[in-house]
């Protein structure tokens, strides 16, 4: 007896075709999905691979900064708080950072080749854009030689560990790899990609990647000796280290710092005040210029001053905002006055606090003191000035 045709396929049959549609829809989706994530991971292989190039020096430099001579820390000033690289050559910047490694003894310690130190030196050099105006490899070179200075001195040497001191020599060089000399505000408002990638902290975190990138590049891996435990830790440390040079990190935990230092509470085994003071320590080597000889801050100042400017244009351009007093270049009659500002609502409050817990850091203190002096008679003059305009 034949079937009838309303019989041929029962609801239940129906229901298993629809379900096996949708498997096979969802198993293309998947395979068109991981196609793309595949080729998605080839090209960041790609282009890891092409910035890794980018960012290598030539063999012919490597050798040349291998081979060299390096002078004394003494003969570089490389202990002295007063440091400048203004007057510097390029060459005798990178083997600066190589002297300050070597009287670290870090090669030693942790058994870093010679040559992939210099090829690591040479690598950071080439990381920090040369038409940024401040945040360049110049920045870069005082941050670390305050750093070294500090980390010199009886107190420090005496208490931070060798594996705290390496992360910290790495952090404070590296801090601001890759800087495009805007801030995270402009990051954010502009909507770049760092942004949407990172969130908060977006060049702090972009730079301790940048960090990464060439600490694990062939030929630069200065920490390939280290245990795998020291590794984490070292990472751990230049990660917390970098991210700390974002003053709005600095904001939050200063209250804390300035209170150990206050009460003089600060105990070096306990592992939660030790990480404080290589935050504080970290901010202090980046606004160092505030406290250099007055010639040379001046001169970092209107850097600065320079590049901020050139954000605020960029606002007003791009955004259509009004820019920050400090960033809008209407304002730059103003500087002295931002400058006391920065100095008593940032800086004096850092450097007192760290003479406190480090009393050999004081010539900071000091040299921030001296600087203040100067840009106040600076308001002052400019506010007499004013005043006979007015009566004339």
């Known amino acids: 007896m034949a079937i009838a045709e309303s019989e041929a396929f029962s609801r239940a049959d129906e229901h298993l075709l629809e379900d096996f549609a949708v498997y096979c829809a969802l198993g293309l989706q998947k395979f068109n999905t ?5 080729k998605t991971r080839v090209r960041l292989a790609v282009t890891k691979e092409v910035l890794s190039y980018q960012i290598s020096a030539s063999q012919e430099e490597i050798n040349e900064l291998e081979e060299a001579a390096i002078p004394s820390a003494d003969t570089l000033s490389l202990l002295d708080f007063g440091f400048s690289d203004f007057d510097m050559s390029q060459n005798a910047m990178t083997q600066a950072v190589v002297r300050m490694f070597l009287d670290l003894n870090l090669p030693q310690e942790f058994k870093i080749d010679y040559k992939a130190l210099c090829q690591w030196v040479l690598s950071v050099q080439k990381c920090y854009r040369s038409n940024v105006v401040y945040h360049n490899w110049s920045h870069a070179l005082r941050t670390a030689q305050c750093m070294f200075a500090m980390l010199q001195t009886k107190e420090l040497k005496s208490n931070l560990s060798s594996l705290e001191v390496l992360a910290l020599m790495i952090a404070s060089l590296s801090h601001d790899l890759d800087h495009r000399g805007v801030n995270n505000s402009y990051i954010q408002r502009s909507n770049q990609p760092l942004a949407q990638l990172y969130g ?32 984490m830790a070292c990472l751990q440390m230049i990660e917390k280290n970098i991210l700390a040079t974002d003053l709005a990190i600095f904001f939050e935990k200063r209250t804390k710092f300035f209170k150990l230092a206050e009460n003089n509470s600060c105990l070096w085994k306990d592992e939660g005040h030790r990480e404080l003071l290589r935050s504080m320590l970290m901010t202090a080597s980046d606004i160092c210029a505030i406290t250099k000889p007055w010639p040379v801050q001046k001169r970092i100042a209107e850097l600065v001053a320079t590049e901020f400017y050139a954000q605020g244009d960029r606002e007003k351009r791009e955004l259509n905002i009004q820019p920050i007093d400090v960033m809008d270049r209407e304002n730059a009659s103003r500087l002295p006055q931002m400058q006391v500002d920065y100095i008593d609502g940032i800086c004096s409050p850092l450097y007192e606090a760290l003479a406190f817990i480090c009393e050999s850091c004081s010539p900071l203190k000091e040299g921030c003191s001296k600087n203040r002096k100067h840009w106040q008679e600076m308001v002052d003059d400019r506010k007499e000035d004013n005043i006979k305009e007015q009566e004339n």
């Open 34 to 38: 991981q196609q793309t994530a595949d």
């Open 200 to 231: 908060q902290s977006s060049l702090e975190h972009h730079h301790y990647d940048m960090c990464l990138l060439i600490l694990n590049n062939p030929g630069s891996q200065i920490l390939s000796s280290l245990s795998v435990n020291e590794y």
